[in-house]
């Protein structure tokens, strides 16, 4: 089954959505939803057009698409555990928080707080994602734990804070403090990033590009072929400051990366 | 004007000696009077436990270091969420709630009055702004002078008078109601990295003890006639083996006021542990309560722990770093300037642990050693405890032994050896209770006068209608129902008007907060002495003309004028 909700032209477009009901799960019982814009509580139909095409019997084979400008609907895919979600343009600030199944492509650009304490599914974004990419809310000491994101543009700053399982692929850069305080799991960087991996307890870190301000507390242990990537790249553990037992590999300074 | 009658009320009121008489109440603007006209509104209690609005004599509900709670717990606020609804806000958290949140359940278990236990000095607008979003109670701020560098310095000169002219001055500025000194002299050397383990050892850099400083400032206190007295976090909290120093501490204390405490004793529980390690801790409770009892110039409060996932918070920053030590989890820490710091981390107290279980079961023996209830008086230091609406449970298993029977029984099985808690009979009574929760806090924090804690001629309605019936109910054995009964009121009214309605909010509040003004002779003004203008304005990062909390931050501020040194 596939459901199509297209927005409708609002008053005040840059009024935040909060669509938590979002997720294939809610669909299986008709489109009868409430989210709210603003403060103020609205039926799905009274937001977007909503189109159904055939049935479903299960939520493992519905599947939502967004279309329309959709830069600030919140919280889409929250909580969801199975089926997919499209999202045509651009999504909104905590999209796919706590997902723990399915599927969840965005062709446009994501803003913050992407897969936010993710525990697994899949998330693709093609474009660029704000800051706090698959990472822990503010003051929580777990984030991401498992399932994958990957960004096929840059993201913002620390993006995989926290980061407990699961797998982080940034095709771009990243801005500051990628991967702080990771607890396990892996983060592949194919661009730049800053200041990486402060705090570090456990986990893997790749950075294919260029490391700006590296953290002192690194011990470098090693030189080591990558074979996935063709390059040669110096391997750190740290973060020592804290005693930690992470590791991160940064590509030789020298060493050509083709990317695949 | 507007007029109430409350109709067949079962009052207690332990302040005016009303044990459980049947009567009617008469409230005209907000006060108690003798008789109202026959136009008035009225209410039936149908014979239900009535008693003044509850008052919490120490809780962390406002400030800097509570918010940096919520902000460090995401989690929590997660739970306990609720919607708007009718005259009520949104509202969420469970352990550290928002600021409506913490109104709402307060007014929902009859609570009308509240101490914030301790306010950083130079973070008091923020406790007064937050003071403002807790409509229902009306509001006081203990003020931290635990490490205050010039009090210090007074104290090394041993000059009482200069000590007690800061204490006015500051007072003044930040609009605090009391003297609270947490942990003295040791969030000071927490500063420099240090800690101190007795009250006769010397603070770094100011070559002043502990025990001067309590000294000191209890005479001080008396000497502006605060209508509080100094409210002391003792030294060494949650160590094994600190009851020691809490017994030191109270032989310190003399007998200076005849209208109440010389001293204040906050969350004695976690104060009266024997032993030497975490794995020889034990109860010393009957030490405690021997020397309580034989002190009537001494008041304290349990400090009781539940069992539950919570936050502690307080300006004992050291003892914060040494529980971080233990659980390796989330920590906060934080400096205050001259005056003072803070920690905070989140706990779960757990029946599994043999020492949580020893924690639990001393709480109560306090409570059920000290002969008076006006010596012990019941809180649960919230959060640090335990969230405030476990309030109920406390007054359940005071009541009943054989709620407490029940809950040992599913304890860790090494609490039975190391408290007496289990040979403990008493059972306490409606009145007992009366005083722990109300009665005994407003004589403790000089609010009688203020018409706080009682239901007499003039005094503020501020009236909590349990649905309770003490006729048909045996505390001892229907536990459940008193935990119930205290968990919601029928009404609580505040001021006169119906606030709670059976746990529902139905009016906006309109709250007070009251500061002290404690007037010192010109000669004595800090405002007029050099040295600590120049002081201060080399010390501090905010000018001296800047630190006063300005009035507009409390919109309905009540000053109570004292006038000190005469």
Redesign the interface.
């Known amino acids: 089954m596939r459901v199509i909700l297209e927005c409708k032209v609002r008053k005040k477009p840059t009024l935040p959505i909060e669509a938590e009901a979002i997720i294939p799960r809610n669909f299986l019982k008709g489109t009868d939803l409430v989210v709210f814009e603003g403060n103020k509580e609205r039926k799905l139909s009274e937001l977007f057009w909503i189109f159904v095409e055939g049935t479903a019997v299960s939520p493992e084979n519905i599947e939502i698409v967004l279309n329309g400008d959709t830069s600030r609907i919140k919280r889409v895919g929250e909580y969801m555990d199975t089926g997919s979600i499209l999202i045509t343009g651009n999504i909104g600030m905590h999209c796919g928080n706590f997902m723990s199944g399915g599927t969840i492509e965005i062709i446009g650009n994501a803003d913050s707080w992407l897969g936010r304490e993710m525990r697994g599914g899949t998330i693709l974004c093609r474009g660029n994602a704000g800051h706090y990419c698959a990472t822990g809310y503010r003051g929580e000491k777990k984030g991401m734990q498992g399932g994958s994101v990957e960004v096929f543009g840059n993201a913002g700053d620390f993006c995989a804070e926290y980061l407990a399982g699961g797998t982080v692929h940034i095709h771009g850069s990243t801005g500051d403090f990628p991967g702080i305080e990771m607890r396990g799991g892996q983060l592949i960087i194919d661009g730049d990033a800053t200041r990486p991996c402060a705090n570090m307890k456990d986990g893997t870190c790749v950075i294919l590009g260029q490391v700006h301000e590296m953290i002192p507390t690194f011990e470098k242990i090693d030189r080591r072929v990558l074979a996935d990537w063709k390059i040669t790249a110096d391997v750190y553990k740290g973060d020592i400051a804290n005693r930690g037992k992470g590791t991160l590999m940064v590509k030789t300074p020298g060493s050509v990366y083709y990317k695949k | 004007m507007s007029e109430l009658l409350v109709k067949n009320a079962c009052v207690i009121d332990p302040i005016r000696g009303i044990n459980g008489e049947i009567m009617d109440i008469a409230i005209r603007d907000g006060r108690i009077v003798e008789s109202v006209s026959d136009r008035s509104e009225t209410i039936d209690a149908q014979r239900c436990l009535t008693l003044p609005g509850g008052i919490d004599s120490h809780t962390h509900v406002c400030g800097t270091k509570v918010n940096f709670g919520r902000?460090?717990?995401?989690?929590d606020m997660r739970a306990g969420r609720t919607q708007r609804r009718g005259k009520m806000h949104v509202t969420s958290g469970y352990y550290v709630p928002t600021t409506f949140g913490n109104s709402y359940r307060y007014s929902a278990m009859g609570y009308t009055t509240l101490l914030e236990g301790a306010m950083a000095p130079l973070e008091a607008r923020h406790t007064h702004e937050e003071f403002t979003a807790t409509p229902h109670q009306d509001m006081m701020a203990n003020t931290l002078f635990d490490g205050n560098w010039a009090v210090m310095d007074a104290v090394r000169e041993k000059n009482i008078k200069k000590a007690a002219a800061i204490v006015a001055w500051t007072l003044n500025a930040v609009k605090g109601y009391g003297i609270k000194l947490t942990n003295p002299g040791g969030t000071e050397a927490w500063g420099w990295g240090e800690d101190l383990t007795s009250i006769h050892e010397s603070v770094p850099h100011f070559a002043v003890t502990p025990a001067e400083i309590i000294t000191t400032m209890i005479k001080a206190n008396e000497l502006l006639k605060l209508p509080h007295s100094v409210h002391l976090h003792c030294n060494n909290l949650g160590k094994p083996g600190n009851y020691q120093t809490t017994l030191d501490t109270f032989e310190l204390v003399p007998d200076l006021n005849p209208n109440r405490q010389t001293l204040y004793a906050t969350h004695v529980q976690f104060h009266a542990y024997g032993g030497g390690t975490w794995r020889n801790i034990c109860s010393k409770a009957e030490e405690i309560t021997r020397s309580i009892n034989s002190k009537p110039q001494i008041v304290m409060d349990m400090g009781q722990i539940m069992f539950c996932r919570t936050m502690t918070m307080t300006a004992d920053g050291p003892m914060e770093f040494n529980l971080h030590c233990l659980h390796h989890?989330?920590w906060s820490n934080h400096d205050v300037e001259l005056e003072t710091g803070s920690g905070i981390i989140p706990v779960t107290y757990s029946k599994k642990s043999a020492v949580n279980c020893i924690m639990w079961a001393i709480g109560l023996e306090l409570a059920l050693l000290t002969k008076s209830p006006w010596q012990c008086l019941l809180e649960t230091d919230n959060p640090n405890g335990a969230p405030f609406v476990k309030y109920p449970e406390v007054i359940g298993l005071l009541m009943s032994k054989k709620y407490r029977d029940e809950e040992c029984a599913t304890l860790h099985p090494d609490t039975e050896g190391r408290t007496s808690l289990c040979a403990l009979e008493r059972e306490m009574d409606w009145h007992d209770i009366a005083v722990m929760t109300r009665a005994g806090q407003a004589k403790a924090l000089g609010i009688i006068n203020q018409g706080k804690g009682h239901m007499g001629i003039g005094a503020e309605a501020d009236i909590a209608i349990y649905p309770i019936r003490t006729d048909s109910v045996d505390p001892a054995r229907e536990y459940r129902k008193v935990v119930e009964g205290f968990q919601k009121t029928r009404y609580t009214i505040k001021r006169g008007r119906v606030v709670s309605r059976d746990g529902e909010i139905i009016v906006d509040g309109a709250n007070a907060t009251f500061w002290v003004n404690a007037k010192v002779p010109v000669d004595l003004k800090m405002e007029n002495d050099p040295e600590f203008i120049r002081r201060f304005e080399q010390f501090y990062t905010v000018r001296m003309s800047n630190y006063p909390v300005q009035d507009v931050y409390l919109p309905r501020g009540r000053c109570i004028e004292t006038e000190a040194f005469t």
């Open positions: 902000y460090m717990s995401p989690e989890n989330k």
